[in-house]
Structures are given as structure tokens and as C-alpha cells.
């Protein structure tokens, strides 16, 4: 079951990114995807690894090919509820400064009050680095996140509803309305 949940958040992972700005060669490891990003100077790769939580297998995002030291840690998205989190889009937006952007998303279902579906937050990183610890940490844009919310789409309690936020176009869309180039 982890392995077929694994493998399909890989898939759609894969699809999503060929709809953004990049894409480059699948590592052969299904718990570790590695692809190409515009981000902090070009020449980086961000690496999603599948990696075990409290609540069941989350996933860890870094950034590799930056520094002398290695890789910079982006961020960990935790399981809620036992559900592995889905990396449903990355892509880097802006000019000066450039920004990262993960869209995550949760399955929810409860089918006893009417609901399934799944919860979907959008994450925004600026290009600066911060040194915490022994791994360096790239430093998340909070305001940008909290404008962004979080979101569900699906049926809650019997009724339909949609979030805006699902996907790079949507959030592309918003961020020149709010005047963000």
C-alpha cells in the first residue's frame, strides 16, 4: 500500500512538472526525485525524499547544487491523518527577487459527514539562505504563504466546493493581480 501511494505521488509529481517551468531526468529512486529549478543562481536541483514522521511518511524538500556544503533544506511537509502529503506543483516565479513556490495537497476524506476531497496549501520561499544549525535552511516568505491560505476542494458536507489555489497557472494569475512580478 505505501509503495502504490508512493509511487502514484511520484507520478503525479512528474505530470505537474512538466506542465511548469522545468523538467530534467527522474532519479531511479522512487523514495528520491531529483529535477532541475531556476532558482538561486540556476544551477541547482530540488530533491524530494520521501522521509517517515510521527503520522506516517512525509516528504523533505532540499536543494542541491548551491553550496560548498551540500544541500539547503527547503522544507519537511508532514503526513496529516496518516495521508502522505502530494507535491502537486514547483515553480519559481518573479525576477528580482525570484521566488519558489510548492503547491502541497492532502487527501481528506471523511465519507460519514459528506466529505472528500483534499486540502491544498501554497508555499512560497525567497532566494535567501539562512544558516540554523548544521544544515542550511532556506528562509519561507510567511506573508506570502498566509495570503494564500489554505484550501480545500471537493465535496464538504455534501457540497462542492473548489479551491482557486491548485495549481501554478492559479497562483501565477493571482500574483500579477496582486501586482507581484
Known amino acids: ?23 530534467s531526468g527522474i532519479s531511479s529512486a522512487a523514495e528520491q526525485q531529483s529535477y532541475r529549478i531556476p532558482f ?19 516528504v523533505g524538500v532540499y536543494i542541491t547544487g548551491v553550496t560548498a556544503t551540500g544541500s539547503v533544506f527547503v522544507d519537511f511537509y508532514e503526513a496529516e ?4 502529503p502530494e507535491i502537486k506543483s514547483v515553480f519559481v516565479n518573479g525576477k528580482k527577487p525570484k521566488k519558489l513556490f510548492i503547491i502541497v495537497a492532502w487527501a481528506a476524506d471523511s465519507p460519514s459527514i459528506g466529505t472528500g476531497g483534499s486540502i491544498y496549501q501554497v508555499f512560497a520561499y525567497d532566494e535567501r539562505i ?7 535552511k532556506l528562509r519561507q516568505d510567511t506573508g506570502l504563504t498566509k495570503r494564500f491560505g489554505v484550501g480545500f476542494d471537493g465535496t464538504r458536507e455534501g457540497q462542492s466546493v473548489t479551491d482557486k ?10 500574483l500579477l493581480e496582486w501586482g507581484y512580478k
Open 40 to 58: 538561486l543562481g540556476g544551477g541547482a536541483n530540488i530533491e524530494f525524499h520521501s522521509e517517515q514522521s510521527q503520522d506516517g511518511d512525509g
Open 130 to 136: 539562512e544558516k540554523r544549525g548544521a544544515l542550511p
Open 81 to 84: 491523518g496518516g495521508v502522505t
Open 165 to 174: 489555489y491548485k495549481n501554478a497557472s492559479a497562483v501565477k494569475r493571482q
Open 1 to 23: 500500500m505505501r509503495k502504490r501511494v508512493l509511487t502514484t505521488v511520484v507520478r503525479l509529481f512528474i505530470l505537474s512538472l512538466s506542465l511548469t517551468l522545468f523538467w
